[in-house]
């Protein structure tokens, strides 16, 4: 193998986990800060709380109706927005 | 863009360092490091001596490229998946829901079949190939019976979806039809890539999901890495796996509301006109509905750019490029400018619009053919 071909795969590597780094940082500010319109739900937790956005609001859900997989009735605990919302049946299924 | 390639010619660099120059440049304006890496990835997978494709071979490509291109995006994605696990409160679907599972396994299968077909050309006969795409595709069906569309609002179609065995055989067959359909349009530099990346755009834009922001990525960088070089297509393995993972994702769109079947439909209205129209071009002329030929649209489009550009690479890419945003570029932006949500039914006029074009463009090529053979 030429040691062009070796800088390269060195590079790429390198360059490929520095990627994966970056993303796994901007995945965790995102489940603490950002979700987009997505709620992660994190179902190691024992209440099954999942974390997402409602605009630029970030918000914790606690998952009442806990029956199957899917999100669909949520109680919002914390964040400007009070009450309850209902969150669209895909939002869990990333 | 000009200085840079300006730039690159006057340091005198070869054509191949200049494009992987080129190539890092706008990976690394995109995505920074991240997607200079997945750029270096791919020049190394496209060196590799197995799974090479020669020019005669492929569609309308005119230089010796590498099979393997989906089986990088395979590579990357799985690297991002995991290290995003490990690294982060990340849970990936197929951990938490047993549906994302059966899904997944659904994709792994088809990118396998795929897989086997680009280290092996014919290595299934095409018979073979369409029964294991059923048996996956139906079991995933089965397994996960909400993806079975209940109402489409076309008549006729709404009647037999009420019978679950229909529904479930009905959905079957267009779920192997679309992935033989998403294969078969890859024949031109950035068609399918265009097509994919939009498609992962509008999924991470309307659902956020990590997973489609991968692939997002992933699919963005494989479409400057395809339309710059021309030395890596998606082969079998992505084609097929990325049209499994469109056609999960897309049904699972569809059943919960999110997306309408006509916004669906025009999001990937080429390689489903491209198919019908191949099969009926076909049968029509006494051929095998499933015989390669170069009466696609994007061949036609082809011919005529080759003759207006010089490079044929450059020709090959346009044709690509010039089809997947006429088509599911023209629905993005409707969707990402707000034109109308994803679940309205008024997609049916994009789609009436992409049918029109097409129909138009075929009719014409066909007569400058037939001028050209002197037919009257």
Known sequence: MSIVRVVLSLAAVSFTAIGIIQSAELSALDVQSSGIRAAYALPNLPERIAVGIVGSQVITIIIENGRDTIIQETAVESGSLQGRILVNQSAGSF | ?376
Request: with cysteine; net charge positive.
């Open chain 2, 1 to 376: 863009m000009l200085i840079v390639t300006r730039w690159l010619g006057q340091a005198r660099l070869s054509k191949t360092h200049s494009k992987i120059a080129l190539m890092c440049i706008i990976a690394g304006v995109l995505y920074g490091l991240a997607g200079v890496g997945v750029i270096l990835l791919m020049t190394l997978m496209s060196f590799l001596s197995v799974g090479r494709d020669s020019p005669v071979s492929h569609g309308i490509s005119v230089v010796e490229s590498s099979r393997l291109g989906g089986v990088a995006i395979g590579i990357l994605f799985c690297a991002y998946i995991i290290g995003l696990t490990l690294l982060s409160p990340y849970t990936p679907g197929v951990i938490r829901l047993e549906r994302e599972l059966y899904l997944w396994l659904a994709i792994l299968a088809c990118a396998l079949l795929g897989f086997a077909e680009d280290l092996k050309p014919d290595f299934l006969t095409p018979v073979l190939r369409l029964a294991a795409k059923f048996v996956v595709l139906g079991s995933l069906l089965w397994a996960w019976p909400e993806l079975v569309p209940a109402k489409l609002g076309v008549i006729g179609v709404d009647a037999l979806l009420q019978f679950p065995l229909l529904a479930w055989a009905l959905t079957a067959v267009f779920c192997v039809g679309f992935i033989n359909a998403f294969n078969m349009a890859d024949g031109a530099n950035g068609l399918v890539p265009g097509i994919a990346a939009v498609v992962c755009t509008v999924f991470f834009m309307e659902y956020g999901r990590p997973a489609d922001g991968i692939l997002m990525f992933i699919c963005t960088m494989f479409l400057v890495f395809n339309v710059i070089s021309g030395w890596f297509f998606l082969g079998d393995t992505g084609s097929y796996g990325l049209g499994a993972i469109i056609l999960g994702y897309g049904l699972n769109g569809v059943a919960a509301g999110d997306f309408s079947i006509w916004f669906m439909v025009a999001l990937l209205a080429y390689p489903c006109l491209d198919f019908v129209g191949s099969v009926v071009r076909r049968v029509s002329v006494g051929q095998s509905p499933f015989a390669a030929d170069n009466g696609h649209l994007h061949n036609h489009l082809h011919q005529r750019l080759k003759i207006a550009l010089r490079s044929k690479v450059m020709a090959n890419s346009f044709t690509g490029l010039l089809i997947s945003g006429c088509t599911s570029g023209l629905v993005l932006a409707g969707y990402a400018g707000g034109w109308r949500a994803a679940n309205s039914g008024d997609w049916v006029w994009v789609f009436v619009f992409e049918v029109a074009m097409y129909v138009m463009g075929m009719w014409l090529f066909a007569q400058r053919a037939n001028k050209s053979a002197g037919v009257v």
